[in-house]
């Protein structure tokens, strides 16, 4: 099992365009999630979903959107770059509820 | 609102003397509570669970213990290695129940 995965694990934006960062998980979990860490402020919750179809915001939803129709995919879309989107976003897939989390690798994106 | 504290200062200590980390919360009432190591550049990943009705929870070197009444889980890693070296991270439910609360994470140094 490659666990989850997360591409691309660098990224440069310019204010204003938009991207996708892509995450994949091979052990068959409903529940996955998408988090930003940034000095001093730890790990926060973007969004989550419990299955395909069905997602939700977390503590920083705003500036991202989400789309889950796989259980394996859970992509997060940025529609339009701003500089306080820079971070490292990592993804995560659990089993079932109160599990252990599954980290991605992470994407460093940077926006100028 | 829910807090989750941990200490900020990082935490020095020598090859061979036990290490105790200290994660406090407010505003919960968790079933769990994890730890999580992360190396740099890289995802959380995850090392115990204890439930609330476990008062202590042993793993190799690893002892996690959780008291409710004071809102408080301690981490200790016996017989330290510098391989130990790390950011360790306490993390409670989220709202939903489906993701995490991070705490901001307290870096360990194990010197030689």
């Known amino acids: 099992n490659a666990g989850v995965t997360q591409t691309p694990k660098f990224q440069v934006l310019k204010t204003g365009q938009s991207m996708t960062l892509q995450c994949a998980q091979d052990m068959n979990h409903e529940y996955m999630s998408w988090y930003r860490q940034d000095p001093g402020m730890g790990l926060r919750l973007i969004h989550y979903s419990v299955g395909a179809g069905i997602t939700d915001q977390g503590e920083v939803p705003n500036g991202y959107n989400v789309s889950r129709s796989t259980t394996e995919d859970f992509p997060l879309r940025l529609l339009s770059a701003a500089p306080s989107q820079t971070s490292v976003y990592f993804c995560?897939?659990?089993?079932?509820?109160?599990?252990?989390?599954?980290f991605g690798p992470g994407t460093r994106l940077t926006v100028l | 609102s829910q807090k989750i504290e941990q200490n900020s200062e990082a935490l020095n200590i020598q090859e061979g003397k036990t290490a105790t980390l200290t994660c406090n919360y407010t505003?919960?009432?968790?079933?769990?509570l994890q730890w999580y190591r992360q190396d740099p550049g890289r995802g959380p990943v995850f090392l115990l669970l204890i439930r609330e009705n476990e008062k202590e929870k042993r793993k190799e070197r690893l002892k996690v213990t959780f008291d409710t009444t004071l809102k408080q889980s301690l981490f200790h890693i016996t017989a330290s290695q510098p391989a130990d070296s790390a950011t360790y991270l306490c993390a409670l439910h989220s709202n939903s129940g489906y993701a995490l609360n991070f705490g901001k994470g307290t870096s360990l140094l194990v010197t030689p």
């Open positions: 995560a897939s659990v089993k079932e509820l109160g599990g252990e989390q599954f």
């Open positions: 505003n919960y009432s968790p079933a769990y």
